[in-house]
């Protein structure tokens, strides 16, 4: 497959990228995906990590869980929230390596 299918393939799911971009487009949803990227976690655990109030995590775990970016499991009262596929934190690899190569090139103009 070349760069010009690779297009063609993105063309068509362009809504579903603007989705997915949306959903990564907040600070705190990173920083949260990349926190449960290392284990399944609660929102009570996740909150105190990353001194976010509960509510604040619970609002952005239900927009990543709705991404399809986190799925959940309950373990008795609890539920706890994880990553929902390796790709994930490829992609979240990914970008990151990205923009630091833009922010460096942007710093050499």
């Not at 009262?77 to 690899?93: A, K």
């Amino acid at each position: 497959m070349d760069h010009e299918d690779d297009l063609k393939g993105v063309g068509r799911s362009l809504a579903d990228l603007a989705f997915l971009a949306r959903a990564l487009s907040d600070e705190n949803r990173l920083r949260i995906l990349m926190h449960v990227g290392t284990g399944r976690l609660s929102v009570t655990q996740i909150a105190e990590e990353l001194g976010l109030s509960q509510p604040l995590v619970s609002h952005h775990l239900k927009e990543l869980k709705r991404a399809l970016l986190v799925d959940v499991e309950r373990r008795g009262p609890f539920i706890h929230y994880g990553i929902s596929r390796p790709e994930v934190l490829d992609v979240l690899r990914s970008i990151g390596t990205l923009a630091r190569q833009l922010i460096a090139d942007r710093s050499s103009f």
